[in-house]
């Protein structure tokens, strides 16, 4: 991606609507600098990171926000933190701890500390061998489902985290909280995205 | 809407009392209040008063903390329920806690339940279908069970009674085997589902695709404001457009004067006078107080759910029923079911990626029962039948889609492909060893004696669960689906929240008192 004409963008929003953090910490990321401008709830400086930059690859800033725009990284943190159990968090951190020794195996350096290049390398290979969910009916998968790992998962819970932010749920996506009635085939051009809930 | 009389106190003397405030527990209060009977409805849970204890009816995802995901606590709270798949956030409150009302399960089996006023009648589907004289002749045709004392015609009255007050949306037909009821307008099937209905009818003789029929209104009805298509529903409903106790028929009751709700009262037993040769009256616990009260009255109706009826009156001994209220038989507690869930196939649609829809329907499509309904469509492999719900809809899991960064994130934005599922729910026959049993070592929170539950799915049910997902696999291939996909979950009863059984055939079955 353009990240010069993301970042301008991003910085024109942040200056405008959003608030700074999270512009800050997509400055950082891109300059692979370590410090992070927040302070997680339960994750380590480099785990925070890991699942910034991760993010960052996965929904960039373009014309619209992307995953960091609307703080899906802090809000990830804040569900292992409150939902999750304690074995959950372990897991959670082990996967985080293989990813990185994965990284640093093949590209010399932890994940949030590798060039574009190797991040586009090494999520590319990610996506070729992290098996794939299962489709669901009714809030639960059916079929015969390949344990999903760590990839995989947290593109998921990305996903989740920017699509239910209140940013890309009200402004982005189709927003209607009260339809009012049922239009069952409706041109999608009169919709646009998607629906937000 | 008036507040509920809730000061059952000072009178403890009624001329009805009812047991639980769900579906059934609200309609035997609407009747018996308006006959001009005083009557004290026993709920075990709070009062949910209709609009204004909906607490969470208008949150979208990112007024929740965790946009919907529960804490450790609440999980451990809800360590049974969750299984469902059903339980967030937002309805959290309207299950109940089973840490502090433990059952036993000798064999797997969901048990599902609601501890407030309306009970389960907030959480429910709404899938609304009359019998036919098909279900009320099977036992007596098969031999399983015992055969009912009524017929359709005895009870059609009574479906319309209840339909028109209520109000059930839906499409009739003129099906023998799934008789109309009386309709509101039935809400629309989507472009894909109209499509995958064409070709379904079109290949295979005898099967119907049609809209859900539910206890949705479309259109306003008896004062309650028609479905504004949020599908909120299980956070209970501001406009009234879904039934509910909470909507419709305790507000009904109430008009009259001559209701009395009491919360948080734990039916233990009915009493049973050994003396006077009747029931006179229930025993209570306080759930707030763990006050012991005793109420009396003519009529005791217990509507406290398949299981917990049962319970209760496995828990009401005397002289004359040493072995629970009314269980001469010994059949109390047997004979317990529930539909088969989870059995199905699922697949994706080509052609229609520029179309969508607008609005949350809360309802899908049904498709009417087809085998062993008459001589043709008999089978060899099982007696009984079953449905399937199901409906199409653009999803797709983008996480699953192989890429990232720009042009991904910029189409996810976009809707998904369409798929389209069908999942059935088969019968299950009654059987003397799918029973509960009164266990006296786990007590509940106020150290009542909880249930042991030991029932699970034989041959009939796995060879029409067989059925269930070869024919949908060939159904949707049929129709021209792709990647289609059958599954079978496997579930254990429970997950279709349909018990049935336990109490209702007992005196039907031996009726010496």
């Known amino acids: 991606m353009d990240r010069r004409k993301a970042l301008k963008k991003t910085g024109l929003l942040a200056g405008a609507t959003l608030a700074m953090p999270s512009f800050l910490s997509l400055l950082q990321s891109c300059k692979n600098e370590t410090r992070l401008d927040w ?25 619209t926000p992307g995953g960091l725009d609307v703080k899906a990284d802090m809000f990830i943190d804040k569900v292992v933190a409150h939902t999750y159990d304690a074995e959950g968090q372990k897991n959670m951190q082990n996967a985080i701890a293989e990813f990185n020794a994965r990284s640093k ?19 590319k290979e990610e996506e070729a061998n992290d ?27 990305a996903i989740w985290a920017y699509f239910t932010s209140e940013e890309m749920g009200e402004n982005v996506l189709s927003y209607d909280p009260i339809p009012g009635g049922y239009e069952a085939c409706k041109p999608l051009s009169e919709v646009g995205n998607r629906w937000s809930i | 809407m008036a507040n509920f009389n809730i000061d059952a106190k000072k009178d403890v003397t009624y001329d009805a009392i009812v047991v639980g405030s769900g579906i059934s527990g609200g309609w035997a209060a609407k009747e018996l209040c308006e006959k001009g009977l005083k009557t004290l409805v026993l709920e075990r849970g709070p009062i949910v008063e209709h609009v204004v204890d909906y607490k969470t009816m208008h949150w979208d995802p990112w007024d929740m903390e965790y946009r919907g995901g529960l804490t450790p606590e609440e999980k451990k709270k809800h360590y049974k329920n969750i299984r469902s798949g059903w339980v967030g956030k937002d309805t959290e409150h ?40 098909l279900d009320f002749e099977a036992n007596a045709k098969d031999g399983h069970g015992v055969d009912w004392p009524i017929r359709y015609k005895d009870i059609e009255p009574w479906y319309t009674y209840v339909e028109k007050f209520a109000g059930i949306s839906g499409e009739a037909l003129g099906l023998p085997q799934l008789p109309d009821s009386h309709f509101l307008p039935p809400m629309e099937l989507n472009c894909v589902e109209k499509h995958v209905k064409e070709r379904i009818e079109k290949n295979f003789e005898g099967r119907n695709l049609i809209i859900g029929r539910v206890a949705h209104l479309t259109q306003p009805h008896n004062g309650r404001g028609q479905c504004q298509y949020r599908n909120r529903c299980s956070r209970g409903c501001p406009y009234g457009a879904y039934f509910s106790s909470n909507a419709v028929t305790l507000p009904a009751a109430n008009t009259t004067g001559n209701l009395t709700i009491r919360p948080y009262s734990i039916v233990q037993e009915v009493i049973y006078d050994d003396v006077k040769g009747k029931a006179t009256g229930v025993r209570i616990i306080d759930a707030e107080t763990n006050e012991v009260i005793e109420y009396s009255s003519k009529i005791i109706f217990v509507n406290a759910s398949a299981l917990s009826t049962a319970h209760i009156l496995m828990n009401s001994k005397s002289k004359r029923f040493e072995n629970g209220l009314g269980n001469d038989s010994g059949e109390l507690g047997h004979n317990l079911m529930d539909h088969t869930y989870r059995v199905g196939a699922i697949g994706k649609v080509d052609g229609f990626e520029d179309k969508y829809y607008k609005g949350r329907r809360p309802n899908g499509i049904y498709i009417p029962r087809y085998v062993n309904i008459d001589e043709k469509s008999k089978s060899d492999k099982f007696v009984r039948g079953f449905g399937f719900q199901g409906g199409g809809y653009r999803g797709g899991n983008p996480a699953n889609e192989e890429s990232f960064g720009a042009d991904f994130k910029d189409g996810i934005l976009k809707p998904g492909g369409w798929e389209f599922f069908i999942t059935g729910f088969a019968e299950c026959l009654p059987y003397h060893d799918n029973k509960i049993s009164l266990n006296h070592e786990v007590l509940d929170k106020w150290g009542q004696p909880t249930l042991t539950i030991d029932a699970e799915f034989k041959e009939n049910e796995k060879a029409l669960n067989k059925q269930i997902q070869e024919d949908a696999v060939e159904m949707l291939q049929t129709a021209g689906l792709k990647d289609v996909m059958g599954f079978d979950k496997e579930h254990p009863p429970g997950y279709g929240v349909h018990e049935m059984g336990t109490a209702e055939w007992v005196e039907i079955r031996k009726p010496r008192f």
Not at chain 1, 105 to 123: Q, V
Not at chain 2, 113 to 132: E, F, I
Request: no cysteine; proline share 7%; charged share 25%.
């Open chain 1, 39 to 63: 302070q997680p709830e339960f994750f380590t400086e480099e785990e925070a990171k890991t699942i910034a930059v991760l993010i960052d690859t996965i929904l960039p800033t373009t014309d």
């Open chain 1, 105 to 123: 195996e093949k590209y010399g350096s932890i994940f949030p500390e590798l060039s574009d290049a190797d991040k586009t390398a090494m999520l």
């Open chain 1, 131 to 157: 098996p794939k969910f299962n489709p669901g009916v009714w809030g639960t998968t059916v079929g015969d489902q390949k344990p999903v790992g760590f990839y995989r998962s947290m593109k998921s819970m």
């Open chain 2, 94 to 133: 309207f299950w109940a806690d089973d840490e502090a009302n433990p059952y036993t399960e000798e064999k797997p089996f969901l048990w599902l339940r609601g501890h407030q006023m309306g009970g389960k009648s907030l959480l429910w589907g709404k899938q609304t279908y009359r019998w036919s004289d």
